[in-house]
């Protein structure tokens, strides 16, 4: 067990109805930079979620009475515990998931502001409107909480995915159950701990286990109204079809396959630099990572050269030594996927202009890595990698690269560079993604919608649109004397 980490940091126990909870099969938690063991947690059972969907269930009407503004209290109070923290919660994701301790506090920063920001957003929702639309009626639209919210997490913003998940269930009045990711459970154990001194027993219920048992029963549960995933396509397109047997509503942040259009009259340097934390931030374990950079003829040249430059200067090692901008792969499985990838698209004929392997013996640290001369069609091109990877394709002009960029199952993220504001407008409308930025990628904000098309999901997170995905619409129809 790593040093700093003892019961003062974290209960290595399932959250349940406000108590810690044991159970007796255990998954073992591994540091990405040297493959050593840094604790256990509970692998959750089918009773153990059942336990929490009913405490979670039991507490729900009194939590869903409350006003907005008292739920809204207890969100700003965990706000300000996350941030009061943000030393322990910035070591554990590092030792955890491999963020570099450089950037990480920037998360712990978001993911606290974020429960402002919904303890404020959550104020504002209302009926759209009581009016007389049958004679003799009046008719009122209530917006009320759906009850009991199964969130389920991935491995590679653990914190920041859970705050982004909880905030809005809880300010719109549900009760939760959250299980993060197997790989990574540790920050969001901690944000138990401190949750768990705030929030009334049951409010909050965090378990930690594996998908394929704990998920599979959150999204189960008749003791579940909505189920809200953020993980894999394939993850998705199971939980879609389980709690199509309890037809319960279902949220889904999926996989994606960025592209960035990159248009003749872009400047090459401020691409590069762009592009340099657009692809490689979190070591492109990101699910809007501009994987496939796509450039019209004129400007290919200039373009690979500027990024073989400023990417082959990225600072790549040990996550807990602050000059460090790219950490490892967080886990062994994941990081054999991302190898395979890279191999495979060798094989068939691409060619690996940089990086493109392991680096040193132990842990998971994968140079950063540029592939050309890669077809359409390819695996390298149509698949989610998820690593420092990406690919580089010329496009004949500016309607060919909006074809590549839109012919892929997904549609999350995409990106255009050009000083032409209408060629920008036009392109932002061809394009099939839930985000398009324009001579940036990447930004996000708490105010703006995010969510994918196609197989990237539905649903909207951020924003006021995420709490609506929480609420259930009611007509009240009133007969008049
Ligand atoms: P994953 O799908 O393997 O796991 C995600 C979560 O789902 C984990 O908590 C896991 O335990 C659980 N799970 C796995 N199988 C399950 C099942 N059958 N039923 C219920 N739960 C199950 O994904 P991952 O490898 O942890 O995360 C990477 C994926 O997440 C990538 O595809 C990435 O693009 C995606 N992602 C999407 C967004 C977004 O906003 N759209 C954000 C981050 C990550």
């Given at each position: 067990m790593s040093s700093f980490l003892n019961e003062d940091v974290i209960e290595n126990r399932n959250l349940i109805n406000g108590e810690w909870v044991d159970s007796k099969d255990k998954i073992e938690i591994i540091n990405p930079i040297n493959e050593e063991v840094i604790t256990s947690v509970p692998a959750a059972t089918v009773e153990d979620v059942e336990k929490a969907a009913l405490a979670a269930r039991n507490a729900s009407f009194n939590w869903g009475r409350l006003t907005p503004k008292d739920r809204a209290d207890f969100l700003i109070e965990l706000s300000n515990r996350v941030l009061g923290d943000i030393d322990n919660l910035s070591k554990l994701e590092t030792i955890n998931s491999g963020h570099p301790i450089s950037v990480v506090g920037g998360e712990i920063k978001s993911a606290a502001d974020r429960l402002k920001f919904f303890a404020g957003a959550g104020?504002?929702?209302?009926?759209r409107s009581a009016g007389e639309y049958a004679p003799g009626y009046t008719s009122i639209i209530r917006r009320e909480p759906i009850g009991v919210a199964g969130l389920i997490t991935p491995w590679n913003y653990p914190l920041l995915t859970a705050v982004t998940k909880m905030s809005p269930a809880l300010a719109a009045g549900n009760t939760i159950v959250l299980k993060p990711s197997e790989q990574t459970p540790l920050t969001t154990l901690r944000l138990a701990k401190l949750a768990n001194e705030i929030f009334p027993a049951g409010v909050i219920n965090v378990l930690t286990g594996f998908g394929d048992v704990a998920g599979k029963q959150l999204a189960k549960s008749r003791n579940i109204d909505i189920i809200s995933l953020t993980g894999g396509t394939n993850t998705g397109k199971q939980v879609a079809q389980i709690a199509s047997e309890t037809l319960k509503k279902v949220h889904l942040e999926l996989g994606g396959k960025a592209p960035s259009i990159i248009l003749d009259d872009a400047n090459p340097e401020i691409v590069a630099e762009s592009l340099k934390w657009a692809s490689f931030w979190n070591a492109g374990q990101d699910c809007s990572a501009a994987t496939r950079i796509i450039v019209t003829k004129a400007n290919y040249d200039n373009i690979l050269q500027s990024l073989k430059s400023s990417i082959s200067k990225l600072k790549v090692g040990d996550p807990s030594i602050k000059s460090t901008e790219m950490g490892p792969l967080t886990h062994s499985k994941h990081f054999k996927n991302v190898e395979n990838f890279v191999n495979n698209s060798e094989k068939s004929g691409a060619k690996i202009e940089l990086g493109g392997k392991k680096i040193g013996s132990k842990g998971f640290l994968f140079q950063p890595t540029i592939i050309t001369n890669v077809d359409q069609k390819s695996e390298i091109v149509q698949n989610e990698v998820f690593g420092p990877v990406i690919t580089i394709q010329k496009a004949e002009d500016n309607f060919h690269a909006i074809e590549l960029a839109n012919d892929v199952k997904y549609g999350l993220g995409s990106s255009v560079f050009t000083n032409d504001v209408g060629i920008a407008m036009e392109a932002s409308r061809r394009l099939k993604f839930g985000t398009v930025w324009i001579n940036d990628h990447g930004a996000v904000t708490a105010e703006m919608p995010w969510g994918g098309f196609k197989e990237s999901g539905y649903g909207k997170e951020r924003s006021i649109y995420s709490i609506e995905e929480y609420t259930n619409i009611k007509h009240v129809m009133i007969k008049l004397p």
């Open positions: 104020r504002t929702l209302e009926g």
